[in-house]
């Protein structure tokens, strides 16, 4: 099945509307699902029934892929059918023992399993009580999740599919590929610098948590966080994820600020998590004084850098730590989850990370690997398209002030000059945009003319509510509503992910939605 199959309209340029449901980009592994209207993301997240029966996809680390949830339900009858609860699998032993031990279960809870030939590892749930909420909240925070890929072969090798996914993939020594390509466009000295992941959260995770334990032997076992960042990285120190401390400097352009509480806390910071740019809000912090900061209070910073990406900034120089989700730019095929963590070889805790790593994170599954492998040959060319299309955007966008009152991006007014300090060349200011409307979000959402849902990074242009998808408990009272209006956020703001069709046609697509009629 594709975007293109029964339930879409549009033209040949891959500019299209899809149909409620349909898993985008329609590869049996899509991390992502359409949700074409305002009242379908209202549904979708409020867990309406009528809603649900016609969206049944979500992204993979939130809802669990059908192939997972099968064999969830084969390993749970394997375990032992006549036992209360659920199976929760998981990538790896690993992963399993740390869900259960946050989530306060026994250690005999952690099962291994072989299905159809494959030793599987995960979390025996139980039946009442916050156990499995817990669970299944830390494999979804840290990116620990069975692979649907995995999952397909589990059910294929066990005569229950009928056939697998046929794709583009790369089966030699595609570790090595992917690394070697990471480390070339990072500009580290070599692959050994690079370690692929489970997912981009899952590099988080497992770098925060390096850095940790690096730390804690010092006594320093606090992070600072800048700004209103992705909300799963949030996640990891609100919900002690992760077994520290964290203090948050809400705006991330007061430098004042930074460097007040990075003093105050010194001798307890073990590090900084700051995102280039960040997500939702797209602003970009600077990485330079944020250098200067990290090296008088002695501690680690660590980047994000999956929404700029490696071919538009050099990061590297001001980093001990960078993190990229490959399931967006790095691929642009919304196929496949993987992730890695880069370590910046000029970083005091250079060794240390280098050892302390591999502890930490589940390495990604195979074919997952090999996908990734073949997706990320075109990774530089992909980003040179993206990068003209949003400029143009940016310029349509611009001739509408009487809808659009602003748009988040890094080349907009406060972040600029920060972007610039580390960008590749002045016209590379990567493909997301948050598009602040001065008209009801259903005004546009409803009328856009191309794929609609969670995630980014894809080579086809996206679209999506974000404050709906990543924030509707706040969105749902008077209190979580003035919480997203202190960081510039409300309901009626677009996400825009510009992938690398022809600019003129992106333009064409966005100018017909925002006429009136």
Not at 81 to 95: V, Y
Request: aromatic residues 6%; glycine residues 10%.
């Amino acid at each position: 099945m594709s975007p293109a199959a029964s339930g879409t309209t549009g033209s040949a340029d891959g500019l299209r509307h899809i149909a409620a449901g349909r898993p985008v980009p329609g590869s049996v592994h899509s991390v992502s699902v359409s949700i074409p209207d305002v009242a379908s993301v209202i549904g979708y997240e409020s867990h309406d029934p009528a809603t649900l029966s016609r969206i049944s996809w979500g992204y993979p680390r939130f809802r669990a892929h059908p192939y997972v949830a099968r064999v969830a339900e084969l390993a749970a009858r394997e375990d032992g059918g006549e036992r209360d609860g659920e199976l929760l699998p998981t990538r790896s032993a690993h992963a399993a023992r740390a869900a259960a031990a946050y989530a306060g279960l026994p250690p005999d809870a952690v099962r291994d399993l072989t299905l159809g030939g494959h030793v599987l590892s995960g979390v025996r749930l139980p039946a009442g009580g916050p156990g499995a909420a817990r669970a299944r909240a830390h494999v979804m925070h840290t990116g620990g999740h069975l692979s649907s890929r995995q999952a397909e072969d589990v059910l294929w090798d066990a005569g229950l599919i009928d056939g697998r996914q046929v794709e583009e993939t790369v089966d030699e020594s595609p570790g090595k590929a992917v690394t070697a390509a990471l480390a070339d466009a990072y500009g580290v000295p070599g692959p050994e610098y690079v370690s692929l992941r489970n997912s981009g959260m899952n590099a988080v995770a497992a770098a925060i948590e390096a850095v940790t334990e690096i730390q804690r032997d010092s006594g320093r076992r606090r992070w600072l966080q800048l700004g209103w960042i992705f909300f799963d990285t949030m996640h990891l120190f609100e919900k002690k994820v992760v077994d520290a401390e964290h203090t948050t400097v809400p705006d991330p352009f007061d430098l004042a600020e930074v460097a007040r509480v990075a003093a105050a806390h010194a001798g307890e910071l073990a590090g900084i998590v700051a995102e280039i740019p960040s997500n939702p809000g797209l602003s970009v912090p600077d990485l330079p004084a944020l250098r200067e900061i990290a090296d008088r209070a002695g501690c680690a910073l660590v980047v994000d850098a999956t929404i700029a990406t490696p071919h538009n900034v050099d990061v590297v120089p001001y980093a001990d730590v960078v993190c990229e989700s490959l399931t967006k730019y790095a691929t642009g095929s919304a196929d496949v989850l993987t992730g890695a963590v880069v370590v910046a070889p000029g970083s005091p805790f250079a060794r240390d990370l280098l050892t302390v790593l591999p502890r930490y994170g589940d390495e990604p599954y195979r074919r997952d690997t090999a996908r990734v492998a073949a997706r990320i040959r075109g990774y530089a060319e992909r980003m040179e398209r993206v990068n003209a299309g949003a400029l143009a955007l940016v310029e349509c966008l611009d001739r509408h002030p009487d809808l659009v009152r602003g748009t988040g991006w890094p080349l907009d007014a406060r972040s600029a000059a920060n972007y610039r300090k580390v960008a590749r060349r002045p016209d590379a200011p990567g493909g997301l945009l948050m598009v602040d409307l001065k008209v009801p979000l259903e005004q546009v959402y409803d009328r856009l003319a191309v794929a609609k849902g969670p995630s980014f990074g894809a080579e086809f242009t996206m679209a999506s509510p974000q404050v709906f998808i990543a924030h509707y408990d706040l969105l749902a009272t008077d209190r979580g509503r003035a919480a997203l209006r202190e960081r510039g956020l409300h309901r009626d703001m677009l996400r825009v992910s510009v992938g690398t069709e022809p600019p003129e046609a992106v333009v064409e697509t966005f100018e017909r939605a925002l006429r009136p009629g």
